[in-house]
């Protein structure tokens, strides 16, 4: 994605102020709710921060405070559009407590890396590390009939880790799959996407001889609409992947509905330790005083520039 433009406009705010915001809108508010991080659950996290480390959308300590106390509430997270200059991430990282470890993919496309961040007091990570991506002699398998276009590879390879929580290993796959424009080719390419993605974890399952039986995929899916239908959700859900429904309807992107940002993951083990997940608009909490003295598109130019146009999504498992 482009950068997003600085707004013409200054305005000033106190972190300390808009994280005890951030934390009552996560205690109080009706349908806000994340879970406490405790033994025997795993929280895991997504959020696209968008163009985090493009020198066009720099990041103030102040912002990276507000972004650090988001990320803090997750025992595991993923994040998409970390660019390859880690400088902003190095930032978020110290601006994290020490505890916090992370594991990174390199430079693909849109000049992306894959990231996780994770608690060592509470999660472990495992031997598996690396990216997806599907051999050219396997290109002629991912074909779907609402399309004759042809697949030719991931545009940023989804990156899986293997982790362990309590009594549960976990391979969780970070993905940021194609957008590209809003036609039908570009559309087409998504679908592609997800359907070699939903194939490789049938496969590996099937095989038996995959690193965890546990594949949870999370991160920026460019899926318009969670229903039967839409063509990415049937391409992504086509070889057996599930995705639950959100414990509520908010929108993954500020400023629209579409619900971009999901998780999935094989029925199985993986399936009966699910418990619950959300979406958590941080935004209805942040910056209040912007949003009163110069209203909405103010307001989510400002957002979207000095912290995110994503909001994160969550999901919580048990790990007994």
Same mark, same amino acid.
């Given at each position: 994605?482009?950068?997003?433009?600085?707004?013409?406009?200054?305005?000033?705010?106190?972190?300390?102020?808009?994280?005890?915001?951030?934390?009552?809108?996560?205690?109080?508010?009706?349908?806000?709710?994340?879970?406490?991080?405790?033994?025997?659950?795993?929280?895991?996290?997504?959020?696209?921060?968008?163009?985090?480390?493009?020198?066009?959308?720099?990041?103030?300590?102040?912002?990276?405070?507000?972004?650090?106390?988001?990320?803090?509430?997750?025992?595991?997270?993923?994040?998409?559009?970390?660019?390859?200059?880690?400088?902003?991430?190095?930032?978020?990282?110290?601006?994290?407590?020490?505890?916090?470890?992370?594991? #990174?993919?390199?430079? *693909?496309?849109?000049?992306?890396?894959? %990231? $996780?961040?994770?608690? +060592?007091? @509470?999660?472990?990570?495992?031997?598996?590390?690396?990216?997806?991506?599907?051999?050219?002699?396997?290109?002629?398998?991912?074909?779907?009939?609402?399309?004759?276009?042809?697949?030719?590879?991931?545009?940023?390879?989804?990156?899986?880790?293997?982790?362990?929580?309590?009594?549960?290993?976990?391979?969780?796959?970070?993905?940021?799959?194609?957008?590209?424009?809003?036609?039908?080719?570009?559309?087409?390419?998504?679908?592609?996407?997800?359907?070699?993605?939903?194939?490789?974890?049938?496969?590996?399952?099937?095989?038996?001889?995959?690193?965890?039986?546990?594949?949870?995929?999370?991160?920026? #899916?460019?899926?318009? *609409?969670?229903?039967?239908?839409?063509? %990415? $959700?049937?391409?992504? +859900?086509? @070889?057996?992947?599930?995705?639950?429904?959100?414990?509520?309807?908010?929108?993954?992107?500020?400023?629209?509905?579409?619900?971009?940002?999901?998780?999935?993951?094989?029925?199985?083990?993986?399936?009966?330790?699910?418990?619950?997940?959300?979406?958590?608009?941080?935004?209805?909490?942040?910056?209040?005083?912007?949003?009163?003295?110069?209203?909405?598109?103010?307001?989510?130019?400002?957002?979207?520039?000095?912290?995110?146009?994503?909001?994160?999504?969550?999901?919580?498992?048990?790990?007994?």
């Amino acid at each position: 994605m482009p950068p997003f433009p600085r707004p013409p406009f200054s305005f000033s705010y106190d972190p300390a102020v808009e994280i005890d915001r951030l934390r009552a809108w996560r205690d109080t508010e009706p349908g806000r709710a994340i879970p406490a991080r405790q033994d025997g659950k795993l929280l895991l996290g997504s959020w696209n921060i968008a163009n985090f480390g493009d020198a066009a959308q720099p990041r103030s300590d102040d912002d990276l405070r507000i972004m650090a106390e988001i990320l803090s509430w997750f025992d595991l997270i993923a994040i998409q559009e970390v660019k390859e200059d880690l400088s902003d991430f190095r930032r978020l990282q110290a601006a994290l407590s020490p505890g916090y470890g992370a594991v #990174l993919s390199d430079q *693909a496309g849109n000049d992306e890396r894959m %990231v $996780f961040l994770f608690d +060592t007091t @509470r999660v472990s990570r495992l031997e598996l590390a690396g990216e997806i991506a599907i051999p050219p002699a396997a290109h002629r398998y991912i074909k779907l009939p609402t399309t004759k276009q042809s697949f030719h590879g991931f545009d940023r390879n989804p990156y899986a880790v293997a982790f362990r929580a309590g009594q549960r290993e976990f391979t969780v796959v970070n993905a940021h799959l194609y957008f590209g424009k809003d036609n039908g080719h570009s559309r087409n390419r998504r679908a592609l996407e997800c359907y070699a993605l939903g194939r490789w974890a049938d496969l590996r399952q099937r095989r038996g001889r995959a690193y965890s039986e546990n594949v949870v995929v999370i991160g920026d #899916l460019n899926m318009p *609409a969670t229903e039967p239908g839409d063509p %990415v $959700f049937d391409a992504l +859900t086509r @070889r057996g992947l599930h995705i639950p429904e959100h414990q509520t309807r908010i929108g993954t992107v500020i400023g629209g509905d579409n619900q971009y940002d999901q998780l999935a993951f094989l029925p199985g083990d993986a399936g009966r330790a699910f418990i619950t997940d959300g979406v958590f608009d941080f935004d209805g909490a942040v910056f209040g005083d912007l949003w009163t003295a110069r209203g909405a598109q103010p307001f989510d130019a400002f957002v979207r520039f000095h912290i995110s146009d994503h909001r994160p999504i969550w999901a919580q498992f048990d790990t007994g």
